[in-house]
């Protein structure tokens, strides 16, 4: 009905709105506009040729001198350059704006909005000077060859602030850094970027992103930003942070993984009393940690690739060392530590556990996956209560396992380990060549998930029978393996491929000869060669047996 309306006003170019291609493509090609339109939406149509755009020219807006409003949407193209711009604008959203530069006599007061992302050809946006108070948001992202931007003390009130990807451009202005409205600076991806303002004191922010600005080595002095929330100078060339770091009392956010060229923390990182996620993985020159002193009450999630003092984050719930190479012991931990939960050292170089790895009393996953250096557990791990998970696969030099324990647990002093709330156990390509080790393994009741595959024992111990809950079992390139014993009786899933040695599994061999049903649902027996010919059929035929026997 409103559409309707507005066509009836006449030829397009004097009409109050446009909307479709067809009648913006005739305006802004023939120099048709008036100073009636106040509103143009430019859609893109699927079914527009490659070669399908728009052609400018210097008059292209000359008549509109009361547009208002100019939106156009991604992938809608266009060619030619202007040499004029409404000064009624407030709204200009532009993807892919084909100009160098705005004209010089576009004075841009009444813009609240300006977005013209993915500007392939934009160098810089005006010449002089340009006063924008109204102006809130400004999205320059994708605009590669941008090398310059404007003097931000004539945009007061800007709250947004898009620079991702502008590979070109070099430095912000110190005007950038007295924003006070400011509350989004994001410059991901500005690979070319090495300087920021001196100081920066945005009242107002609440995030900064600078993440893969590979030529930025500092990070200036921070004045009053006590609402910023997040900083992110992920894999960004950063060697040091500025002792003002500390400042930031609101901060809950900072990301330095993958900041190759750090070097070394201020200690003053201790006063982010508001911090619950720091994230130093892949800070492959970090090697110390400054001493902290006062209590980082917050911090929920720690990534690191070096020892901090970790008895001073109380409530620290994850503690993530995964792929720390060059981590070679697990630091004391001087006294119970109740809230974390998640500890993953998987694939570090870490020899040994210390023994205060039992005051962890609330960890719920242990993950030492591909730790080839670590050689044995200590006997305090029965002390981890509360354990679900315990990960060990790939720890080819793992020769010893607990079994005589100090646990106040061990009520039957019989030296079994006691973890009653185990669930998942993974020692795969552990070089086991004996299961004894499950005979000492109190967790009967609770263990729904095994991981055994590609080590050495011959044959499974009888009390694997006796894990009543197991449901998965994994003995998978078990090459040496000829029997499996009695299995426990709601095993759902059995992968035994490739155990080539194996000639006996009682629990098929009961089932073929119909005195048990079938229970598991899904079993692997690829080349288990000797296993099936001992059974008296080919792997297919076994499978499919199994299978109408559920």
């Known amino acids: 009905m409103g559409k309707d309306i507005v066509i009836q006003e006449g030829e397009p170019g004097k009409r109050s709105r446009l909307w479709t291609r067809d009648d913006v493509n005739d305006v802004l090609t023939n120099n048709t506009g008036t100073m009636k339109i106040e509103g143009i939406k430019v859609q893109w149509q699927r079914e527009e040729e490659e070669d399908d755009e728009i052609c400018l020219n210097s008059a292209s807006f000359s008549g509109m001198t009361d547009l208002i409003y100019f939106s156009s949407s991604e992938g809608v193209r266009y060619s030619g350059n202007i040499d004029y711009l409404p000064n009624k604008l407030q709204w200009l959203d532009w993807p892919g704006c084909p100009i160098q530069t ?160 750090l070097t070394t923390l201020p200690c003053s990182i201790e006063k982010l009393q508001s911090l619950e996620t720091l994230d130093l993985s892949e800070c492959s020159k970090l090697a110390t940690f400054p001493k902290i002193i006062e209590k980082m009450n917050s911090l929920r999630e720690l990534d690191v690739s070096w020892q901090p003092n970790i008895d001073r984050l109380q409530n620290l719930e994850t503690l993530d060392l995964n792929g720390c190479s060059k981590l070679a012991t697990f630091p004391k931990i001087i006294g119970k530590m109740d809230s974390l939960r998640k500890l993953d050292v998987s694939r570090s170089g870490i020899k040994e556990l210390d023994p205060s790895i039992g005051n962890l009393v609330g960890l719920k996953q242990l993950c030492l996956y591909g730790c080839e250096n670590l050689t044995t557990l200590p006997c305090s791990i029965d002390r981890l209560q509360n354990l679900e998970t315990l990960d060990l696969n790939g720890c080819s030099k793992l020769l010893t396992f607990p079994t005589n324990t100090t646990s106040l647990h061990d009520d039957n002093g019989d030296g079994s380990l006691s973890l009653p709330k185990l669930k998942v156990f993974k020692m795969q390509g552990c070089n086991l060549s004996d299961g004894d080790f499950l005979t000492t393994l109190d967790c009967l009741e609770t263990l729904t998930e095994l991981d055994l595959s590609s080590n050495s024992f011959v044959t499974l111990p009888a009390c694997i029978s006796k894990f009543v809950n197991l449901e998965k079992l994994d003995l998978h390139c078990c090459k040496r393996l000829r029997e499996i014993p009695e299995l426990p009786p709601n095993l759902v899933k059995v992968d035994v491929s490739d155990c080539k040695s194996l000639e006996k599994f009682w629990k098929l061999s009961k089932v073929l000869e119909g005195k048990e049903s079938q229970g598991i649902k899904w079993i692997n027996l690829w080349n288990c060669n000797r296993l099936c010919d001992n059974l008296g059929y080919n792997k297919d035929k076994l499978e499919r047996i199994l299978l109408n026997n559920q």
């Open 102 to 261: 705005f004209p010089s006599n576009f004075h841009p007061r009444e813009l609240v909005s300006l977005n013209i992302r993915d500007s392939c050809h934009i160098t810089r946006l005006w010449e002089r000077r340009k006063i924008c108070r109204k102006l809130t948001y400004m999205n320059l992202s994708g605009c590669a060859s941008l090398i310059e931007l404007p003097d931000f003390t004539e945009i007061p009130n800007l709250k947004e602030l898009m620079l991702v990807g502008c590979e070109s451009l070099v430095g912000l202005p110190d005007s950038v850094g007295s924003l006070h409205m400011l509350e989004t600076l994001n410059a991901d991806g500005c690979s070319k970027l090495v300087k920021l303002p001196r100081e920066i004191s945005l009242k107002s922010v609440r995030t900064i992103s600078l993440a893969y600005c590979e030529s930025l080595e500092e990070f200036p002095k921070i004045g009053d930003m006590d609402s910023l929330s997040s900083l992110d100078l992920s894999f960004s060339g950063i060697k040091e942070l500025d002792p003002s770091i500390g400042n930031l009392v609101g901060l809950t956010r900072l990301c330095l993984n993958g900041c190759e060229n």
